[in-house]
């Protein structure tokens, strides 16, 4: 038994006896031109959303795939802009770190491949861990937090994966784990803005600008 | 065996040989005056939200509870009510009755008090066939749909229950029952609206307006 | 933003811009008339029988279309509504409306068209609070209730999505709850009867009388 | 590496360095003497169940424990007894093994012991291929069936796993398999019936009689 | 009602009214013939393997179908026999019977038809309490087990339903039914290795040797 | 509404109004020091198992957590890095690669932290298509894949899910795809393989090293 051989060799990547693996596109194939499957004419952008598509260039270098989509139509983008902006960046009992945590912990159990990649690489930047949004995207239960990471995750995910089983009892344990009623409101409108951001790009296929996979690694 | 008696001796409830049950709540105690679990202070109303408010007394009589419990904070409500009258009233392929249906068809997957009772009552008078409501709520598959109904219905709910499974070939099937790619947009939008609202609403436990039970019927 | 304009205009049910829907069938269209899907002979009644259906009328005003059902067989017909009654009707130390809230609530998680509408309105006239009927259609965590009912229900709805996780932790709750062993099996048999009357009728497509509907509101 | 040694060594049963495991009841301890955890008072026997009784004793050698449960309530005894003879023994387009297989495949989507034993049992009997029995146990889609088998089972199992899923298309397999409307509704009605049992058998911990275990190996 | 007819009435299998079943094969025709779907070709076996398989035949009176199955190729079948015999039979903090139930148990998770009935023979066999058997395969939670067994069994069905759940509270409640950190492994080393087992068998559609069906009943 | 303002800044991570979140563990704390929650004492290597950690290091620059958890007992050892290096690396009509696909869209399935780690960071490799891995972690079905490898993973997932659905026409399906029998042997060991580990990482709490976090990005 030639046990020794080969776990580590991975430079050959396909041995002798290997039939080679037909011909396969990368993975991310068109995903910064075709964004979604469906295809809409993009709006003429009002000019609020102009400045707003500006200011992304100027901060982030590109404007996010999510944005374009909205774009043919610009009260649903208005809206959806406003919203994200309130529940993800303004004032609020929970770090923007916090989250995001729960915006990828969201779209795990959803498997949202837009989601993930661009709040996962949120929680790669804004925590300064990386692994801690590679975690996120796995099994949050894997992570090492501290008490109240882990009872705000558990709250958003049970209230994704089984919201009908939600009660005053979990209600009980964020308030055991030190957040206020206000925070809990929170949670739970983030974890259900996510409920509904991962159903409608996976419903369209939207794809991620792929700028975000090396992003902050 | 007297097989004759009893199904139909519904009058006299508790027979003598029935203990009484012990005194019970109504159903929907406090539902219009504990709006949530929470208990956030009400903010002051934009004007824009102050003629809103009053517009929804004049035109339905009441303010929905959703809208008082949003009312903690101007940006949240606004963001709210825009997205809302968007995907809701704004023009689209769907009509308004069909954008109530999924929602209710939605809310039955997560079995959300509140939408399944605001939403419900919604597809009872924009159908004029109240039983459609309660279909919507129990199993829309027992109810008399035509084909596009039941595909746009059939969509919404997988994009609910297991969203990670929506691929191409979904849409090809609402294509093929009359759809547009904008239609399928408005489609899931509705849906991950309703995935979100359904899930703000359990977390909250949020009360629906008790003149809803009624109304339509 | 316009957020004043439409979140209350339900009148004009499809906007100009709106396509209108095609057109649809009622969803209770034929229930009355086609029963089920298997089109089975009706058999002459048994003299019991056409006593007890005489009954129904006198009582009910019309004769429940599950018993129209059964009618194709006597020997079927006769022992369902043996069982039925016994359990439904005689005496036990459950009320009759405690044992139609259990109907509805497995109902609820077999999504039973026929078990809903008909059970659903049993609740309504027997508790005098119709939105409990919706409740136990609808998510049965979200109405008020006293513990006993709460602690009933939910040993109803376990033993309905997972029997074979119910031991005796779960009967040791209904003890707490204050209900004797004869009242454990009163609550496992009406649960087990509409697990079975469920299944029974969706497999057959049952429709309720349209009567049902707008019983009791 | 002497891979030649250790899988057939079955008899001495620990090895050295194995310890013994500590003591442990018999699996069906009890199984003939407590027949459920309720502990309810059998009551006096009609003269019909007493006959009954007295044939069962003398057909099979035993009354089957679930009898013996119902008897502490005659007129539940009575409709029980009717319905199950009815269903499993009255003239049908389904031979007794048919239903028997039934029985037990829906008795393992549940996971149900007293009708898994029990009826396990009856199929072993009825088919003289004791394996079928283990399969229809184990898994019936491992089962040698023919394609009238399969469709009556995939149906039955369909049913009891996720009733609200279905629709006329099951309907129409069956019927394609050579069922009739009529054979459609016993194929549904004996899938209802152990839906039914095995939830009352699995609240209860009814213990099937010991002898069953042995019988037609 | 004539109740008193029918439930032990199983000799005269199908009833005059009753149409024969259609001819049927044998529920386990061609399981000692046909062993996989894959109709792979057995390789020459190595020295110790046929040394190996003598022993087999020589112990057991046959060579269990898995190890024919393996035998396509020498590396594969040497690896997993060294697997085998050393999680099964080598010396362990569990016994062997404790080792062969979480084989089966985990089994009956994934209704793996070769692993319940080759593992369940051999839980029959090392407890010399037959009925021990059945309840792996059928339920568990139904067998009088004791405290250490229970929460074993515990521990490997959870791994085995829902593996990412697991967490540190899991392993301290096994440490609390007197496991060792070694114990641990060894459960959880044996529960992964039949999850292993169980796809190749059932993707393979692997079937066990008639004979294990009759053994030590 | 100022909707210009927020969704790309990111700098500044928690604004004034925002609390700073309590100081939280990094995400991977301990994970190459205390490589499992069971703390069992390393053996002494075999000669054999010391060569093939030494080459470990000189290929891969470290040896892998996994060996050092088996390491604390020989044979245990060698029996997982046999079976491990005959499935991963041994010749076979799958590449390594689509190997190692598998090896994550399953483990993905089960959310197995130490296998999504350590066969993301294989896929990303041996692909060169770094976003490859991600996909594979998240949802394959999302990934750009050629028609072979779709088929595979699908397998393989219905394989790891629902085991006992996998049926000859699954195989078929396989078939069609271009797999020759010998391939959907290699498909389903893979599968099962991961399935084991997957289940024996998360039992014991087995931590990736983190040098794979950065690997092949």
């Not at 915006?103 to 159990?109: C, E, F, L, R």
């Not at 979990?170 to 957040?179: H, I, P, S, T």
């Amino acid at each position: 038994m030639a046990t020794t051989k080969t776990l580590v060799k991975t430079r050959s990547r396909n041995g002798n006896a290997t039939k080679p693996a037909p011909a396969r596109p990368r993975a991310t194939e068109g995903d910064d031109t075709e964004i979604t499957a469906l295809d809409l004419a993009v709006a003429k952008l009002t000019p609020a959303m102009e400045a707003y598509f500006k200011k992304c260039e100027e901060k982030l270098g590109f404007v996010p795939n999510v944005l374009k989509t909205y774009a043919f139509d610009m009260p649903k983008l208005e809206a959806f802009v406003a919203m994200y902006n309130d529940l993800m960046l303004a004032p609020s009992g929970l770090s923007k770190l916090e989250r995001e945590m729960i915006a990828v912990a969201v779209s795990s159990v959803n498997r949202c491949y837009y989601c993930l990649v661009a709040h996962g690489a949120a929680v790669r930047q804004l925590s300064g861990d990386p692994p801690l949004g590679e975690l996120m995207v796995m099994n949050f239960r894997a992570a090492r937090l501290n008490k109240r990471e882990r009872a705000m995750l558990d709250f958003a995910v049970k209230l994704t994966a089984e919201p009908w089983t939600v009660e005053e009892e979990d209600r009980e344990k964020l308030r055991r784990a030190g957040f206020s009623n206000r925070d809990i409101w929170d949670i739970a409108a983030v974890a259900g803005f996510f409920n509904m951001s991962n159903r409608v790009a996976t419903a369209t296929d939207m794809r991620p600008n792929s700028v975000y996979h090396a992003m902050a690694r």
